[in-house]
């Protein structure tokens, strides 16, 4: 049973037109959720880390938000370059280190 | 600024050889990770090593990998008979700590691109 699912699959917007990706996960204790954003052929590029319910972080147009069992990933205002797949991991409270990750939600921005 | 490095970017070998994947994690780094994605699919979590030894793995690190930090800043991933299925993209990964605080987050290198024949 998948732990961490993504939604949509896939995003296509118009330059501008603000969404948001969401990351629902059931693990029994969350130590963090991470986002991280991978272009094709390349690794993933760490955004966000996010500890407990109810926080918030921010990087130029993307905000993440955290619940008990969903985050958010908004995308206010995107650009071109903000077209990517947009991953979601999560990492549990006895584990050593250890990332699992969505499927991803692949973002196209176009002009 | 610091990130991680992996070489080679690709390797293709035949079916039964072995292959050694090399990372240079981030400097003041203590945890490292290997990962890896199938084309098209997620990125799937295969080990983690603190401290100089294996501190968790996967059901895929069957006995045919094998990792190692053979001096101060290298750390390697070995496959020892490669398969068909082990063709993938591996990513190295580092992070500071696992404090689930902060300095959590693991930075991932480009990847080694393996392809058996």
């Known amino acids: 049973e998948d732990q961490v699912t993504q939604s949509p699959e896939a995003l296509r917007l118009q330059e501008g037109e603000s969404s948001s990706l969401n990351c629902s996960y059931t693990v029994s204790g969350l130590r963090g959720l991470f986002w991280y954003r991978q272009d094709p052929g390349k690794g993933p590029e760490f955004l966000f880390t996010?500890?407990?319910a109810g926080e918030e972080k921010e990087k130029e147009r993307l905000k993440a938000t955290l619940t008990k069992k969903e985050s958010f990933l908004h995308i206010t205002a995107p650009k071109p370059e903000d077209s990517a797949t947009y991953l979601c991991?999560?990492?549990?409270?006895?584990?050593?280190?250890?990332?699992?990750f969505g499927a991803g939600t692949q973002v196209v921005v176009t002009p | 600024e610091p990130e991680v490095t992996q070489t080679p970017s690709h390797q293709v070998t035949q079916m039964g050889q072995e292959v050694i994947l090399r990372c240079v994690p981030i400097?003041?780094?203590?945890?490292f990770y290997w990962y890896r994605q199938i084309l098209g699919q997620k990125v799937e979590f295969l080990v983690s090593?603190?401290?100089?030894?294996?501190?968790?793995k996967s059901e895929i690190f069957d006995d045919q990998f094998s990792v190692e930090r053979p001096d101060g800043s290298n750390f390697t991933l070995k496959i020892r008979s490669t398969k068909l299925e082990d063709s993938a993209m591996y990513f190295c990964a580092s992070s500071e700590s696992i404090s689930g605080r902060a300095r959590d987050e693991q930075f991932f290198g480009p990847g080694t691109r393996l392809t058996v024949l």
């Open positions: 400097s003041n780094h203590l945890y």
């Open positions: 996010l500890y407990s």
């Open positions: 991991a999560v990492q549990e409270a006895d584990s050593w280190g250890k990332l699992q």
């Open positions: 090593f603190y401290n100089n030894e294996i501190s968790e």
